[in-house]
């Protein structure tokens, strides 16, 4: 097979996207600098394999990737490293893979939240926590003020780190992809 597009994808993406995915989960956020570095090396790579196409597929899916968390950022129910982070993914896989990267870390957060709730016997907080965000979303002079952000829930709830299953969604669709478990 000759060396390529998802070899270098590989190569950078991966280590970058695992640090980010550690920092987040030791730290509780991503910094910019990685997401930054991520954003600017997928375009090179993008143009150097495929030319101003290459560029645009990037650019549209580092759209996507940010258009997918931008409201939830705004709704403050997560960090902006959050957002940027998925954004630079979507340098990386464009607009589609982007999509399916993030549905399935969106599934794996699920779980993963659920897993949490319950080996934590948080259950009943976790039920009237979700009453709030339900509240918060059905209200527009709500949706985007403080009241029920990730942050008010204090000691009340337990923050997940969302650049880890954004990592393993990544993760899987980028092997997917490489080993042809699909024809993308």
């Not at 490293?81 to 993030?102: E, H, N, Q, R």
């Not at 990730?150 to 990544?170: C, E, I, M, R």
Request: proline share 4%; hydrophobic share 55%; charged share 5%.
């Amino acid at each position: 097979m000759e060396f390529g597009f998802w070899h270098v994808t590989c190569a950078v993406l991966v280590p970058g996207i695992l640090l980010a995915s550690w920092i987040d989960y030791s730290q509780r956020r991503v910094p910019n600098w990685l997401n930054l570095a991520l954003i600017i090396v997928g375009f090179a790579v993008q143009g150097w394999f495929f030319g101003w196409s290459g560029c645009g597929i990037g650019f549209a899916g580092m759209v996507t990737g940010f258009g997918l968390l931008i409201i939830p950022w705004l709704m403050n129910g997560m960090g902006a490293g959050d957002v940027k982070l998925m954004a630079a993914i979507g340098v990386w896989m464009g607009p589609l893979l982007t999509l399916y990267s993030f549905a399935l870390g969106a599934g794996i957060g699920g779980l993963a939240a659920i897993v949490m709730i319950v080996s934590t016997g948080r259950l009943r907080m976790a039920c009237t926590n979700l009453g709030i965000i339900l509240t918060k979303c059905s209200n527009p002079q709500l949706a985007f003020g403080e009241f029920g952000s990730a942050k008010s829930f204090g000691s009340t709830s337990q923050l997940l780190p969302y650049g880890v299953p954004l990592t393993a969604g990544t993760l899987i669709i980028l092997a997917a992809t490489v080993f042809g478990w699909w024809g993308f």
